[in-house]
């Protein structure tokens, strides 16, 4: 919204500032921070108030869980509040693909809302049915998909983009819109998977979240995809601004959530979250990067996939719980212990994510 002020500007002043992204995503890191530091407690406050015995503790969950009972969840409103605000006061708003992050992020905080909602209202762990969960879901990627498949450049469009090969691609056509439900969709429920210790979730989104920011800074460059030999794709260079916000609101949000956790993330914030960073992978075309900057979550998903088909076929686990950081709780591992190992893996993913934009 205050690009707008650029009008005012002769060249030569502070509103020339307003022009340049790397600036407007400054501001909106600390406009998101402070958001997040101002309504926090307040927020948290009127969450315990309402929810009363709070989110629901798995009776099947680790031990060390049950002393968590009374957390108020929903805390991703703090989040969301902070990143929506934040972007639409600094990113230009005639850009289509900060829309379309927007509308996945805000589409998938819906859902987890209601999820967590029925969950605290019944005060078990039910929530929304999965399958309506997945609907509405695929229903909103879908949307996205074509949205995205829409605002690519036409020799672009429908393809599908590898790291290091460069040059190669990969011509899916209209199966790119289920292609990149299939992106959206799984990155939501993988963050969601993610989020099960306090602060575990959040630091993995933002460090995935400032590097796919990083290379939508880069590919909507002309001058950097040439340097850097990727794919040039106008327009996604104002994700920057929306990826500082989410940092900004992180931190305010871990701030609150930090061991012992104040508030839980709920599915409002895990499924917000992992769904805008599905949709700016799609936006960026860099998907598959997003698999190795967001390894940490891939790695959650499919030890619950592994867990769930042996034990059907076998009778046995293949982990003493899943997802996995549930295993390393019952081997013993303090959760701080597992947070913190969890965060070096997901920053040294992060830095291999990025070292592909060169790499060939």
């Known amino acids: 919204m205050l690009y707008w002020l650029t009008s005012f500007s002769d060249g030569g002043d502070l509103f020339n500032l307003f022009r340049y992204i790397t600036f407007r995503a400054g501001a909106a890191f600390f406009t998101a921070l402070i958001f997040g530091f101002l309504f926090g407690r307040p927020l948290i406050d009127v969450l315990r108030k309402r929810q009363g015995k709070g989110q629901p503790i798995r009776d099947d969950g680790p031990e060390g869980h049950f002393m968590k009972a009374g957390t108020p969840t929903m805390g991703g409103l703090l989040i969301v509040g902070a990143l929506l605000t934040s972007t639409l006061l600094w990113a230009r708003l005639d850009n289509p693909f900060i829309w379309m992050v927007l509308f996945v992020t805000m589409g998938y905080a819906a859902i987890g809302f209601a999820d967590d909602y029925a969950k605290v209202a019944k005060q078990n762990t039910d929530g929304v049915s999965g399958k309506m969960r997945l609907l509405l879901g695929f229903l909103i990627a879908a949307i996205a998909g074509a949205w995205a498949a829409w605002w690519h450049p ?115 914030g895990s499924l917000a979250l992992g769904g805008a960073l599905g949709a700016i992978a799609v936006a960026t075309k860099h998907e598959i990067v997003l698999a190795i900057v967001g390894g940490l979550f891939v790695v959650e998903a499919l030890s619950v996939i592994i867990q769930v088909i042996y034990f059907k076929r076998t009778g046995k686990r293949v982990f003493l719980m899943a997802p996995i950081h549930h295993h390393y709780e019952k081997k013993g591992w303090a959760e701080p212990q597992i947070v913190i190992r969890f965060w070096i893996i997901s920053l040294i993913l992060a830095l291999i994510g990025l070292a592909t934009l060169k790499l060939r």
């Open 154 to 268: 036409a020799e672009l469009t429908g393809m599908l983009a590898f790291p290091v090969f460069k040059n190669a691609l990969l011509d899916l056509g209209i199966l790119f819109i289920p292609f990149s439900m299939i992106v959206i969709v799984g990155a939501a429920n993988a963050v969601n998977l993610t989020d099960g210790l306090d602060g575990l979730a959040i630091m993995p989104v933002m460090i995935a979240g400032g590097t796919l920011g990083v290379i939508a800074y880069a590919v909507g460059r002309v001058d950097f995809t040439d340097y850097l030999e990727v794919h040039y794709v106008p327009g996604t260079g104002e994700i920057l601004i929306f990826t500082a916000a989410l940092i900004g609101g992180g931190l305010g949000f871990l701030w609150y959530n930090a061991p012992p956790a104040a508030v839980f993330m709920g599915d409002t």
